[in-house]
Protein backbone atom coordinates (compact mmCIF):
# COMPACT_ATOMS: atom_id res chain seq x y z
CA UNK A 1 0.00 0.00 0.00
CA UNK A 2 3.11 2.44 0.97
CA UNK A 3 4.84 2.04 -2.62
CA UNK A 4 1.26 2.55 -4.56
CA UNK A 5 0.94 6.10 -2.15
CA UNK A 6 4.48 6.97 -3.42
CA UNK A 7 3.81 5.56 -7.13
CA UNK A 8 0.82 7.81 -7.38
CA UNK A 9 2.97 10.73 -5.67
CA UNK A 10 5.80 10.35 -8.13
CA UNK A 11 3.17 10.15 -10.73
CA UNK A 12 1.09 13.26 -10.14
CA UNK A 13 4.48 15.52 -9.94
CA UNK A 14 5.74 14.15 -12.90
CA UNK A 15 2.25 15.33 -14.88
CA UNK A 16 1.65 18.27 -13.12
CA UNK A 17 5.29 19.43 -14.05
CA UNK A 18 4.22 18.14 -17.67
CA UNK A 19 1.01 20.16 -17.45
CA UNK A 20 2.92 23.55 -16.34
CA UNK A 21 5.60 23.15 -18.61
CA UNK A 22 3.33 22.71 -21.41
CA UNK A 23 1.45 25.34 -20.72
CA UNK A 24 4.35 27.56 -20.37
CA UNK A 25 5.06 26.60 -23.89
CA UNK A 26 1.53 26.76 -25.88
CA UNK A 27 -1.72 26.33 -24.81
CA UNK A 28 -2.10 22.14 -24.75
CA UNK A 29 -4.87 20.15 -25.96
CA UNK A 30 -3.76 17.12 -24.73
CA UNK A 31 -5.70 15.69 -21.56
CA UNK A 32 -2.97 14.61 -19.56
CA UNK A 33 -5.31 12.24 -17.44
CA UNK A 34 -5.19 10.02 -20.42
CA UNK A 35 -2.00 9.91 -20.83
CA UNK A 36 -0.04 6.49 -19.66
CA UNK A 37 -3.42 4.57 -19.02
CA UNK A 38 -3.49 0.90 -19.31
CA UNK A 39 -6.61 -0.70 -20.70
CA UNK A 40 -8.92 -3.54 -18.51
CA UNK A 41 -6.75 -6.38 -20.11
CA UNK A 42 -3.26 -4.51 -18.80
CA UNK A 43 -2.08 -3.43 -21.96
CA UNK A 44 -1.23 0.09 -22.87
CA UNK A 45 -3.68 2.05 -24.38
CA UNK A 46 -4.39 5.48 -25.47
CA UNK A 47 -1.14 8.08 -25.21
CA UNK A 48 1.97 7.18 -23.52
CA UNK A 49 5.21 9.49 -22.90
CA UNK A 50 7.85 8.19 -24.69
CA UNK A 51 11.89 9.59 -23.86
CA UNK A 52 14.28 10.55 -26.59
CA UNK A 53 18.19 11.19 -26.57
CA UNK A 54 19.07 14.59 -28.12
CA UNK A 55 18.91 12.89 -31.45
CA UNK A 56 16.06 11.65 -31.50
CA UNK A 57 16.19 8.13 -30.14
CA UNK A 58 14.12 6.33 -27.94
CA UNK A 59 15.76 4.99 -24.02
CA UNK A 60 13.72 3.13 -21.91
CA UNK A 61 14.94 4.86 -19.17
CA UNK A 62 14.11 8.91 -18.35
CA UNK A 63 17.48 9.10 -16.51
CA UNK A 64 19.58 10.64 -19.98
CA UNK A 65 16.64 11.78 -21.77
CA UNK A 66 16.83 14.99 -23.16
CA UNK A 67 13.10 15.25 -24.92
CA UNK A 68 9.71 13.65 -24.87
CA UNK A 69 6.91 12.90 -27.48
CA UNK A 70 3.43 11.01 -27.00
CA UNK A 71 3.03 8.01 -28.98
CA UNK A 72 -0.51 6.28 -29.44
CA UNK A 73 -0.69 2.74 -28.38
CA UNK A 74 -4.24 0.32 -28.70
CA UNK A 75 -4.19 -2.64 -26.36
CA UNK A 76 -0.30 -3.12 -26.18
CA UNK A 77 0.52 -2.40 -29.57
CA UNK A 78 2.23 0.68 -30.94
CA UNK A 79 0.66 2.45 -33.47
CA UNK A 80 2.68 5.10 -35.50
CA UNK A 81 6.19 5.08 -36.90
CA UNK A 82 8.92 7.71 -36.32
CA UNK A 83 11.45 8.52 -38.88
CA UNK A 84 14.24 5.99 -38.99
CA UNK A 85 18.07 6.42 -39.33
CA UNK A 86 20.39 3.87 -41.22
CA UNK A 87 23.69 3.80 -39.81
CA UNK A 88 25.45 4.75 -37.01
CA UNK A 89 23.73 7.21 -34.15
CA UNK A 90 27.29 8.55 -33.91
CA UNK A 91 27.26 9.71 -37.42
CA UNK A 92 24.43 11.92 -37.44
CA UNK A 93 23.51 15.41 -35.91
CA UNK A 94 20.10 17.47 -34.88
CA UNK A 95 19.38 20.53 -36.19
CA UNK A 96 16.60 22.07 -34.45
CA UNK A 97 13.68 24.31 -35.47
CA UNK A 98 11.99 24.06 -32.49
CA UNK A 99 12.38 23.70 -28.66
CA UNK A 100 15.58 23.86 -27.87
CA UNK A 101 17.31 21.24 -25.24
CA UNK A 102 17.61 22.85 -21.98
CA UNK A 103 20.38 21.75 -19.20
CA UNK A 104 18.57 19.86 -16.67
CA UNK A 105 15.05 19.81 -18.07
CA UNK A 106 12.89 17.48 -20.86
CA UNK A 107 11.61 19.35 -23.11
CA UNK A 108 8.17 18.10 -25.02
CA UNK A 109 8.84 18.12 -28.96
CA UNK A 110 7.69 20.99 -30.40
CA UNK A 111 8.66 22.04 -34.00
CA UNK A 112 11.12 20.79 -36.82
CA UNK A 113 13.96 18.25 -36.15
CA UNK A 114 16.06 16.90 -38.40
CA UNK A 115 19.04 14.32 -38.24
CA UNK A 116 21.86 15.07 -40.52
CA UNK A 117 24.42 12.71 -41.91
CA UNK A 118 28.16 13.65 -41.30
CA UNK A 119 28.19 14.16 -45.16
CA UNK A 120 25.59 17.01 -44.38
CA UNK A 121 23.05 15.61 -46.26
CA UNK A 122 19.54 15.16 -44.34
CA UNK A 123 18.15 11.69 -43.34
CA UNK A 124 15.10 12.69 -41.51
CA UNK A 125 12.99 15.06 -40.43
CA UNK A 126 9.93 14.98 -37.73
CA UNK A 127 7.38 17.42 -37.30
CA UNK A 128 6.13 17.49 -33.87
CA UNK A 129 3.11 19.68 -32.31
CA UNK A 130 2.77 19.85 -28.63
CA UNK A 131 4.65 16.13 -28.85
CA UNK A 132 2.57 14.89 -31.42
CA UNK A 133 4.06 13.91 -34.45
CA UNK A 134 2.75 15.27 -37.57
CA UNK A 135 4.39 14.06 -40.17
CA UNK A 136 7.93 12.43 -40.69
CA UNK A 137 10.33 12.12 -43.75
CA UNK A 138 12.97 9.64 -44.43
CA UNK A 139 15.53 10.13 -47.07
CA UNK A 140 17.86 8.32 -49.31
CA UNK A 141 21.51 9.08 -49.48
CA UNK A 142 21.00 11.19 -52.84
CA UNK A 143 18.23 13.68 -50.69
CA UNK A 144 14.85 12.03 -52.53
CA UNK A 145 12.41 11.29 -50.32
CA UNK A 146 11.93 7.78 -49.29
CA UNK A 147 8.69 7.93 -47.12
CA UNK A 148 6.47 10.59 -45.61
CA UNK A 149 4.44 9.62 -43.32
CA UNK A 150 1.50 12.22 -42.41
CA UNK A 151 -0.28 11.78 -39.36
CA UNK A 152 -2.78 14.59 -40.14
CA UNK A 153 -4.11 12.37 -43.16
CA UNK A 154 -6.80 10.25 -41.11
CA UNK A 155 -8.54 7.65 -42.77
CA UNK A 156 -12.07 7.92 -41.95
CA UNK A 157 -11.23 10.35 -39.39
CA UNK A 158 -9.93 7.37 -36.86
CA UNK A 159 -8.00 8.64 -34.28
CA UNK A 160 -4.18 7.54 -34.32
CA UNK A 161 -4.57 6.53 -37.96
CA UNK A 162 -2.19 7.88 -40.54
CA UNK A 163 -1.02 7.94 -44.20
CA UNK A 164 2.39 6.25 -45.68
CA UNK A 165 3.71 7.14 -48.94
CA UNK A 166 6.75 5.08 -49.91
CA UNK A 167 8.62 6.63 -52.79
CA UNK A 168 11.68 5.12 -55.47
CA UNK A 169 15.55 6.47 -54.98
CA UNK A 170 14.27 8.42 -58.06
CA UNK A 171 11.51 10.24 -56.28
CA UNK A 172 9.07 8.77 -57.56
CA UNK A 173 5.57 7.63 -55.65
CA UNK A 174 5.72 3.64 -55.30
CA UNK A 175 2.77 3.81 -53.30
CA UNK A 176 0.51 4.88 -50.48
CA UNK A 177 -1.21 3.57 -48.05
CA UNK A 178 -3.54 4.24 -44.34
CA UNK A 179 -3.02 2.17 -41.62
CA UNK A 180 -6.66 2.36 -39.95
CA UNK A 181 -8.60 0.37 -37.74
CA UNK A 182 -11.04 -2.27 -40.25
CA UNK A 183 -13.28 -4.56 -37.65
CA UNK A 184 -11.33 -3.72 -34.24
CA UNK A 185 -7.72 -4.68 -36.48
CA UNK A 186 -5.34 -2.09 -37.26
CA UNK A 187 -4.35 -3.17 -40.96
CA UNK A 188 -2.63 -1.48 -44.04
CA UNK A 189 -5.14 -0.20 -46.69
CA UNK A 190 -4.34 0.85 -49.79
CA UNK A 191 -4.98 4.86 -50.76
CA UNK A 192 -6.42 5.30 -53.83
Given at each position: ??????????????????????????????????????????????????????????L????????????????????????Y?????????????????????????????????????????????????????????????????????????????Y????????????????????????K?????
Amino acid sequence: MVKIKIYMFFVFLVFSSINIRCFSQTICNIQYDTINKKNENGKKQGYWVEYTDDKLFVLKKKKHAVFYRLVFYDNGAKIGETAYVIGSKKKIHLKIEGNQAESGNIILLNGTYKLISKNDSISSEEIYSEGKMLTGKTFFYNGHLDEYVDYTDKYQNQLASYKVTVYNINGTVEKSYYRGKINGKWKWIDAK
